[in-house]
């Protein structure tokens, strides 16, 4: 049989961040013919490289939930 599954599926952002919400953003994007996995230093809720509309959301609520 064969497995279907769209692209999106296996794509991730995770932001690990601690009490200074200091940590980074672990980003896995998978396409057919290949796949890339990067992070991004996140400095006090900051990051300096532009974030993808995946990674601000993921940003927004880890910091939103270690304030809860």
Partial sequence: SDVC????DLS???????GNSTG????????REESITY????D?????YELSE???????QA???KKQ
């Fill in 5 to 8: 599954s769209s692209d999106l």
């Fill in 12 to 18: 991730f952002s995770i932001a690990l961040l601690d």
């Fill in 24 to 31: 980074f953003i672990l980003t896995s994007i998978y396409a």
């Fill in 39 to 42: 992070a991004k230093p996140i």
């Fill in 44 to 48: 006090k809720g900051i990051s300096r």
């Fill in 54 to 60: 995946e990674e601000n959301k993921v940003l927004d």
């Fill in 63 to 65: 910091i939103t939930s």
